[in-house]
């Protein structure tokens, strides 16, 4: 079971996401104590991958207001991220392509464990992401209608 923490709202309207991945994510105390009060923000987090391993940055987790001034992490430093050496590799590879980047799309709970999901995402056009609106549009609209016609 899952609880999510932080969503990135921003992600699949910018990228096309074509596979999704789960990652541990490495913490210290007072960064895992303010996740669970929910003092995190994603809308600017991104993976990079360097030296054979993965990274994630842009994440702001904010100082845990119950600990000291020298017990406190910095807010936006980099988080290694706990993968497999083949999916880094997969990672690298498709970052290497032009257009392509790995957006964090939420934080979560999973067990007692934070875990990040990201994906492997090309960015959208604005003519891209106003024919996703009016495909939506158009499926809501076609939902409504049937489930009128189901209610006679």
């Not at 789960?22 to 104590?33: C, H, P, R, S």
């Amino acid at each position: 079971m899952s609880r999510d923490v932080a969503r990135n709202k921003k992600a699949r309207r910018d990228y096309l996401i074509s596979e999704v991945f789960e990652a541990g994510i490495q913490l210290k105390g007072t960064e895992v104590k303010a996740i669970r009060d929910g003092k995190v923000n994603i809308s600017d987090a991104f993976v990079r991958i360097e030296r054979k391993e993965a990274f994630l940055y842009g994440c702001d987790i904010q100082p845990w207001q119950a600990a000291g001034e020298y017990f406190q992490h910095a807010p936006k430093r980099p988080r290694r991220l706990l993968l497999h050496k083949n999916e880094i590799l997969k990672l690298a590879q498709s970052t290497d392509e032009k257009g392509y980047t790995l957006p964090c799309l939420r934080v979560y709970f999973k067990g007692s464990h934070v875990k990040v999901e990201f994906g492997i995402g090309k960015g959208k056009s604005h003519t891209d992401q106003r024919q996703d609106l009016k495909k939506r549009a158009e499926m809501r609209e076609a939902e409504r209608e049937v489930a009128r016609f189901n209610r006679r």
